[in-house]
């Protein structure tokens, strides 16, 4: 400047708007000389960046430039092929489309909310010469885009961007979120597309905090202005999540989060929503947390979109179970957990509470002892340093989420209650072991049958059609659930079909959990008089269980059995006295004790005509009873004494009084002398005695040990001279009926049982012992008392 100028004075910001001036018109010739579209994508690649420069002078000059090229375009744009070739002519007459349109008209949208006002002037006019062109280029020939044009002068009010041309005309100030409004009406899915990424790439503008503005309102018009035109929705999602984090404004984010609500509720796009939102690391960082708790859906939408995501999880239930579980399915969890915090979908979860309660818990089911470790987690999706076990938290594992997914939803549905139960008796703990999983199941159900009848029947309604779905954990979880609720009188309603016959179907089942819990249904539904026929079918089939080695299949058998004895036919009931009885003296005391239970229910309900014909199983019965009434747990002993009682009565006796004494026969020596001398007497000639109490001085019991050698070899029972009447009276040896024979017999057989008992660790039995042998000697050595007499 100063060689050309080297004596004048210049003004510098004379000549550079000029400088500036002439760049423009030279870029306005080049539009001119060759007014196509082609020549507008080459401009604005090399104009992009310097439209969105954080400079404000830059951004000023980019966005002045850009509306003198679009004014000059707008006039001058020739929509036939610039170049064509002889071949090529008759194509000459199609309109050429601008590739980046959409991007183009974002970015001017933006610019006519930027903070600098200079520069929001230039792009409104911009916009406004955009339109005119867009206009142009969208109609097929010129002429239908001059109807087209007149029709929106003439008629300002029935077309879609009478509002930006009113507007425009009115203040010469374009209103930024209407461009979305106006332009979506002409772009195609590729171009909305990209004027949803360029207004998205706007939120990273931190400089500039009303430019974050401009581009969530400009977004949420456009995402409601659009409905279901968009085809690249996963793109989309995808950098929305990831500009979560630099979003600062509280409006802002209101209003991405209420654009993905958008998105998520229309049912086009609902799964590839939810997909990528489950495609992120769990736990969820507080960004994507914050999304899924204050998701904005409309009353009739939350029920579909809580649906499909919980249809999610579902999908990975209904699979053979797999060495890893997949991920989605923790994700889903963690989602859910996340929905019912921010409690914004509230309707649909209580309508949806029987589907949402039984798959978290089949969810908890598959979950137990598993870590991250053994979920088929997406390659890339963790770093190696946030999968190692020493940074993960260990709370961070499928279980976990499973757990307070479903704590949430008791709480966000009133099920408070029911929740205080769970807490009370380590429900939770239960719910999370591997071998306790059920009855975790089964107090939840009885908590939730207790206390809300309602949503109990809801539950049990939605699971008679899905018991036999799903892999083996989701199915024990779902019956476990099911059979619980058979308790409520709803249940008499059920079919037989979905009742008795399939509790039939899990008697007969290989897992020895489905048997359980089928004589668990079969208990609580035997007590309704509608179902009590159905089961009393299955009555062979149900006494052979009392065979079984597992305690509860066989306490659950006799709790059933006991409630169908007064219907059974002769043949069944003397099946069944045998049966239980062989269970008397059982080593697991409620056995023991429900046997002889069962064994007097029996015996009451023999009809008079077949008393006769069971008499000998009652005589049998009485020894056994009565020496189990000296057992050392008091439940059993007294169980003992009830049921001699009935089989008393059924024989028409009355029992002394010294039957009923609690204590022990060694505190009160002369008790057993009169217990001994009635059954006997009564017993005379029909039951060998001795030879069964012989049989418990072997048991393993020591009170029952000791009561069968005291009602061998008591004195009172074997005095020296009165051994013979003894003999006689009790009935101890039917078969011996006079002195000489049982001299000829011997005794040596009653000594050989007694003699292995005096090497028991307990004393007091080795003292009881060596009394009973020595009575027996003095008796083999005295002469008969009748040849003497």
């Not at 929106?152 to 009478?162: A, D, F, H, K, V």
Request: charged content about 20%; aromatic content about 8%.
């Amino acid at each position: 400047m100063q060689e050309v100028m080297p004596f004048g004075s210049y003004n510098s910001e004379s000549l550079y708007r000029q400088t500036f001036q002439a760049f423009s018109e030279m870029l306005q010739s080049l539009v001119i000389k060759d007014p196509h579209l082609e020549n507008l994508d080459t401009i604005f690649k090399y104009m992009e960046p310097w439209l969105q420069s954080l400079k404000d002078h830059e951004r000023e000059r980019a966005a002045a430039s850009m509306a003198q090229v679009l004014k000059c375009l707008s006039r001058n744009l020739s929509l036939k092929v610039s170049s064509p070739s002889a071949e090529d002519e008759g194509s000459r007459a199609l309109p050429l489309q601008f590739e980046r349109l959409g991007h183009l008209v974002a970015l001017m949208a933006l610019l006519c909310g930027d903070p600098l006002e200079e520069v929001a002037e230039e792009a409104a006019e911009g916009t406004h010469y955009l339109l005119h062109i867009t206009l142009r280029m969208k109609c097929k020939a010129l002429l239908l885009y001059t109807s087209l044009y007149a029709s929106l002068i003439i008629n300002l009010e029935s077309i879609p961007c009478s509002g930006l041309f009113l507007s425009y005309y009115i203040s010469s100030k374009f209103t930024f979120p209407k461009s979305s409004q106006v332009f979506e009406v002409f772009l195609n899915s590729n171009e909305l597309c990209q004027f949803v990424m360029t207004t998205l790439d706007g939120l990273k503008n931190l400089k500039h905090p009303c430019t974050q503005q401009s581009a969530g309102e400009l977004l949420i018009t456009l995402v409601k202005s659009a409905e279901s035109r968009f085809e690249k929705v996963p793109e989309i999602m995808g950098v929305i999540c990831a500009q979560l984090s630099v979003i600062s404004q509280p409006r802002v984010r209101r209003q991405i989060v209420n654009t993905v609500s958008l998105f998520i509720s229309r049912p086009k796009y609902t799964d590839t929503v939810i997909s990528h939102l489950l495609c992120h690391p769990v736990p969820y960082d507080r960004h994507l947390a914050e999304l899924w708790r204050t998701l904005e859906v409309e009353l009739p939408s939350t029920t579909w979109i809580l649906w499909r995501l919980l249809r999610k999880l579902q999908k990975c239930h209904n699979v053979p179970t797999q060495e890893k579980m997949a991920y989605v399915a923790v994700a889903a969890t963690d989602a859910l957990y996340e929905v019912f915090v921010g409690n914004r979908l509230r309707e649909a979860t209580f309508r949806l509470f029987p589907q949402l309660l039984m798959t978290l818990l089949i969810q908890i089911h598959h979950s137990i002892g598993l870590t991250m470790s053994d979920v088929a987690i997406p390659s890339g999706l963790y770093t190696d340093q946030e999968m190692s076990s020493e940074v993960t938290p260990l709370w961070y594992c499928p279980l976990c989420f499973a757990i307070q997914a479903t704590k949430t939803l008791l709480l966000r549905t009133f099920c408070w209650q029911e929740f205080n139960i769970m807490e009370k008796n380590k429900g939770w703990a239960l719910l999370e072991g591997k071998d306790c999983h059920l009855q975790g199941v089964s107090l939840l159900a009885n908590a939730l049958l207790e206390r809300n009848h309602f949503l109990a029947h809801k539950v049990m309604y939605l699971l008679v059609p899905l018991l036999n779905r799903g892999n083996d954990k989701h199915k024990l979880t779902s019956a476990g659930f099911f059979v619980e609720l058979l308790q409520s009188p709803v249940a008499r309603r059920l079919p037989s079909i979905y009742s008795v016959a399939r509790l039939k179907d899990w008697l007969l089942h290989g897992n020895k959990l489905f048997k359980v819990l089928a004589l668990r249904g079969l208990h609580y539904l035997v007590r309704h008089q509608e179902t009590r026929e159905d089961i009393k079918s299955l009555s062979p089939c149900i006494l052979d269980f009392l065979r079984e080695t597992d305690e509860k299949v066989v306490l659950l058998t006799i709790q059933i059995l006991l409630q169908l004895v007064r219907t059974m036919d002769f043949t069944t009931l003397t099946a069944m006295m045998r049966t239980s009885f062989s269970l008397f003296g059982d080593v697991r005391p409620d056995v023991h004790r429900l046997s002889m239970t069962l064994f007097g229910a029996s015996v009451k309900s023999v009809k008079y005509t077949d008393k006769k014909r069971v008499e000998s199983q009652v005589l049998d019965s009485l020894v056994p009873l009565l020496l189990y009434s000296q057992d050392e747990n008091d439940a059993v002993a007294e169980e003992s004494r009830r049921v001699l009682t009935i089989c008393a009565q059924f024989l028409k006796w009355k029992l002394p009084q010294e039957v009923y004494c609690k204590d022990p026969w060694y505190i009160n020596p002369s008790d057993i002398g009169i217990i001994c001398k009635f059954f006997g007497k009564k017993c005379k000639g029909k039951v060998n005695i001795l030879a069964q109490t012989l049989m418990f001085s072997k048991n393993a019991k020591l009170p029952i040990r000791r009561a069968a050698v005291l009602f061998v070899g008591t004195k009172k029972t074997l005095p020296l001279l009165q051994l013979p009447d003894f003999i006689l009276h009790l009935g101890l040896l039917p078969s011996y009926t006079d002195h000489s024979e049982l001299r000829m017999k011997g005794t040596d057989w009653i000594e050989d049982d007694l003699r292995k008992l005096l090497h028991d660790p307990e004393p007091s039995l080795r003292i009881i012992t060596t009394q009973a042998l020595l009575q027996i000697h003095k008796f083999g050595a005295e002469p008969d008392p009748r040849q003497t007499a």
